[in-house]
Antibody, heavy 117, light 106 residues
Framework: QVQLVESGGGVVQPGGSLRLSCAAS????????MHWVRQAPGKGLEWLAF????????YYADSVKGRFTISRDDSKNTLYLQMNSLRAEDTAIYHC??????????WGQGTLVTVSP | DIQMTQSPSTLSASVGDRVTITCRAS??????LAWYQQKPGKAPKLLIY???NLESGVPSRFSGSGSGTEFILTINSLQPDDFATYYC?????????FGQGTKVEI
């Protein structure tokens, strides 16, 4: 069965950096695009970034463009999100999500990132 | 960027009710719309893709319709397990956007 397990969350100061990881299993990771989606406490879902199955194309939401970088290591079945210049408004649960024909069919449970002095 | 607006934000219903949730796009997205269900403390679950296609394993009481800018999620005969928050999501031009969510409560 498909499993997506995020890690790397924690408390970071404003302006700091964090790298999130997502370990994928149960499917052929290298054949699928992957997303990062976040949810601030008590708020709705916000799409952040997408990487195509071959890693050649990456797309970002305006809110994180230039600060966040999505990447993947198919040899490790792992998706990453490098987050720099973090702000208080980046506080959220960050989900790794598998693509299915432009929609999102499997979600990880998420990792909490808290940006606080 | 395309904005997605759901209505209502909150919906009070009873078991057995027929429930409809509307999602409007700020510009035409053809049929590139999905619906997700999220329960407290859980990750979202895909219900409907490409506006009207039921995801495998999703009960047939869920259905989706619409195209262009207006879309509807219908839940026939609401079950206790259906009390949750529902999100629409569009895909267009390598960008994805969610609606703000509709909470279905008793």
């Amino acid at each position: 069965q498909v499993q997506l397990v995020e890690s790397g969350g924690g408390v970071v100061q404003p302006g700091g950096s964090l790298r999130l990881s997502c370990a994928a299993s149960g499917f052929t990771f290298s054949s699928y695009g992957m997303h990062w989606v976040r949810q601030a406490p008590g708020k709705g879902l916000e799409w952040l970034a997408f990487i195509r199955y071959d890693g050649h194309d990456k797309y970002y939401a305006d809110s994180v463009k230039g600060r966040f970088t999505i990447s993947r290591d198919d040899s490790k079945n792992t998706l990453y999100l490098q987050m720099n210049s973090l702000r208080a408004e980046d506080t959220a649960i960050y989900h790794c999500v598998k693509e299915k024909a432009v929609v999102m069919d499997y979600w990880g449970q998420g990792t909490l990132v808290t940006v606080s002095p | 960027d395309i904005q997605m607006t759901q209505s209502p934000s909150t919906l009070s219903a009873s078991v057995g009710d027929r429930v409809t949730i509307t999602c409007r796009a700020s510009q035409s997205i053809s049929s590139w719309l999905a619906w997700y269900q999220q329960k407290p403390g859980k990750a979202p679950k895909l219900l409907i893709y490409k506006a009207s296609n039921l995801e495998s394993g999703v009960p047939s009481r869920f259905s989706g319709s619409g195209s262009g800018t207006e879309f509807i999620l219908t839940i026939n005969s609401l079950q206790p397990d259906d009390f949750a928050t529902y999100y629409c999501q569009q895909y267009s031009s390598s960008s994805w956007t969610f609606g703000q969510g509709t909470k279905v409560e008793i």
